[in-house]
């Protein structure tokens, strides 16, 4: 897959059939409409997608607390498996959002894309202040000459409905039932830093984590039932999010204990994949009876892992 960091960045000889979108989450409703992209073209034209970053709330509504499901580069490697030729990543801005109707169309799709067909929503408004809509557009393909697909009402439903249900269900800590929607396990990565080093002490040492964009969406409070990518080596492990209210914890924290693993992995990567929540956070009358939870917690993620 050929991506481009900007519209000015691309070029192409070849016509283009071509969607946008935000793609958060790149969930199994996305999919559809890239399987229908892909379909749509032919080996003489070229299949191309325009997402956004930052996210255009994110420049036009910057008091809200926007919580993505992906990163940009969780993003660009989603839409890559799916099997795009190209990508754009457009960098949204207030110049970009005040463009017109009829620029967009003739200055980005015609001049720059070569646009053969879009497919798009019918709900889709685009220009500046959004005041055009699928009409417009489809009287623009009639004037420059390239064909508007529309994904119907119920498809669209479907795919918001789907990244509505996928946010709640993470909220909720329902890990299952948001990788079932998402058509692959939910995760987030961050960096190894140094912590109270308390764990160690009880036998279960963790790795802190520092999630490296305050936009991704973390699920809710809880213990959960984790695979790792540490070095490129998948590790079985338990994650806590939470403020370890035993140890009279003050702050939320991110923490994994990897099983049958005791290397020194400060300032590492780890990526975190949710397989399955165990149990809510609770506060324990002793360290020690923490530790015989954590016991309890640990034998039921290897099961889980064993069974699966």
Do not use: W
Not at 140 to 150: A, L, P
Not at 232 to 250: A, E, F, K, R, S
Not at 282 to 289: A, G, L, N, P
Request: charged share 25%; proline share 2%.
């Amino acid at each position: 897959m050929n991506i481009y960091h900007s519209i000015h960045d691309f070029s192409t000889s070849k016509k283009t059939v071509f969607t946008l979108g935000t793609f958060d989450g790149v969930h199994l409703g996305h999919t559809k409409i890239i399987e229908r992209l892909l379909n749509s073209s032919n080996e003489d034209e070229q299949s191309l997608v325009l997402t956004f970053f930052p996210h255009p709330r994110m420049v036009l509504q910057k008091e809200s607390d926007i919580q993505l499901l992906n990163t940009i580069e969780e993003r660009t490697q989603l839409l890559a498996k799916a099997g795009l030729q190209n990508l754009i990543i457009h960098p949204f801005d207030q110049a970009f959002s005040r463009l017109t109707a009829e620029e967009f169309v003739k200055n980005i799709l015609v001049d720059v894309f070569n646009i053969k067909k879009i497919i798009i929503g019918h709900d889709h408004r685009f220009g500046r202040n959004r005041t055009a809509n699928i009409d417009d557009l489809i009287i623009f393909g009639k004037e420059y000459n390239f064909e508007v697909e529309q994904i119907s009402a119920e498809e669209i439903d479907e795919v918001s409905i789907s990244s509505t249900k996928i946010r709640n269900a993470l909220i909720q800590g329902k890990i299952a039932l948001a990788n079932e929607y998402l058509g692959y396990n939910y995760s987030f990565s961050g960096t190894v830093i140094h912590g109270k080093k308390l764990g160690r002490t009880i036998g279960f040492p963790t790795a802190n984590l520092k999630m490296e964009e305050s936009y991704k969406l973390i699920p809710a409070i809880g213990v959960y039932a984790v695979k790792c990518t540490v070095r490129n080596q998948v590790l079985n492990g338990m994650l806590n999010i939470g403020t370890n209210p035993t140890v009279h914890g003050q702050h939320i924290s991110i923490e994994v204990n990897l099983f049958e693993f005791n290397d020194d992995i400060y300032d590492q990567k780890i990526k975190v994949e949710l397989i399955k929540r165990i149990r809510d956070e609770q506060k324990f009358d002793s360290v020690e009876k923490l530790k015989v939870q954590l016991q309890k917690d640990q034998y039921f993620a290897e099961q889980l892992f064993e069974d699966q």
